[in-house]
């Protein structure tokens, strides 16, 4: 069984910063791409940004140039550092990892989600 654990959300003030954390466990053989998404209410879960084993990100529009994803293969990390946050920025955040477990292959991974609020 893979857990995904969120950390980092919060309130912040429009303009400020946050960092997301995400620590993957469990018995992993590997972990190819791990990424973030984001659920605001009402909305779908939509992808914010993604990261592969190797480091090659991809982002969403909306948040290219105030976050960067980073990873840390050894730790079983994904990190979200998050600036110059907008209100629209309030949501969910979700962990994503595409983890490879003995004997069962790989499969897709979620996080429980923590709330991030950003206040005008």
């Known amino acids: 069984q893979v857990q995904l654990v969120e950390s980092g959300g919060g309130l912040v003030q429009a303009g400020g910063s946050l960092r997301l954390s995400c620590a993957a466990s469990?018995?992993?053989?590997?972990?190819?791409?791990m990424g973030w998404y984001c659920q605001a209410p009402g909305k779908q879960r939509e992808l914010v940004a993604t990261?592969?084993?190797?480091?090659?990100?991809n982002y969403a529009d909306s948040v290219k140039g105030r976050f960067t994803i980073s990873r840390d293969n050894v730790q079983k990390m994904v990190y979200l550092q998050m600036n110059s946050l907008k209100p629209e920025d309030t949501a969910v955040y979700y962990c994503?990892?595409?983890?490879?477990?003995?004997?069962?292959?790989?499969?897709?991974?979620w996080g429980q989600g923590t709330q991030v609020t950003v206040s005008s």
């Open positions: 994503n990892a595409d983890a490879v477990v003995p004997l069962m292959g790989a499969r897709r991974y």
């Open positions: 469990g018995i992993i053989s590997s972990i190819n791409d």
């Open positions: 990261i592969t084993s190797g480091g090659s990100t």
